[in-house]
């Protein structure tokens, strides 16, 4: 998410930033995200993307 948000110089979903790991801890969700929210953060991001598949294609 990073990635693309800085390659289409546009933020990335305040969802993401909220909820993705801190700084020195593994990649991904944080821990103590449900099964649940991590699914429903998946299809928030996904959605993201997927509004800007024009510009990454």
């Known amino acids: 998410m990073d990635y693309w ?7 990335a979903p305040l969802i993401a930033q909220v909820h993705r790991s801190k700084t020195g801890e593994p990649a991904g969700f944080r821990s103590t995200t449900t099964r649940d929210g991590a699914a429903a ?3 928030q991001l996904s959605l993201w993307l997927l509004a800007r598949h024009d510009l990454i294609a």
């Open 5 to 11: 948000a800085a390659t289409l110089k546009t933020p």
């Open 41 to 43: 953060l998946t299809k």
